[in-house]
């Protein structure tokens, strides 16, 4: 069993960042992919940015440029740099992560966190 506890996020005008946090009940380096999905009201959940294999970096097209993930493993944390918001990045955001035991895979989910962006 893996927890994932979000938190950073909240309310912020158009071009303006926020960095959200995403804290593991347990070793990430032990954990295949670990990052975070985002899911706005009436849409699907979507990538955002992920880890995988402890250094492969994905990014939605959405955000490249403009989001940055990263990872303090000393901590079990995942970090989410937010910069250049737009109104189109409100949603949750949920911290996700995917481990294996053989070959069978499990997956996690934080309990999400809002971030709104708007004037």
């Known amino acids: 069993q893996v927890q994932l506890v979000e938190s950073g996020g909240g309310l912020v005008q158009p071009g303006g960042s926020l960095r959200l946090s995403c804290a593991a009940s347990?070793?990430?380096?032990?954990?295949?992919?670990m990052g975070w999905y985002r899911q706005a009201p009436g849409k699907q959940r979507e990538l955002v940015a992920t880890y995988t294999s402890g250094s492969s970096i994905d990014y939605a097209d959405s955000v490249k440029g403009r989001f940055t993930i990263s990872r303090d493993n000393a901590k079990n944390t995942v970090y989410l740099q937010m910069n250049s918001l737009k109104p189109e990045d409100t949603a949750v955001y949920y911290c996700?992560?995917?481990?294996?035991?053989?070959?069978?895979?499990?997956?996690?989910w934080g309990q999400g966190t809002q971030v709104t962006v708007s004037s």
């Open positions: 996700y992560s995917r481990t294996y035991s053989g070959l069978r895979g499990y997956d996690y």
């Open positions: 347990r070793s990430i380096e032990s954990m295949y992919t």
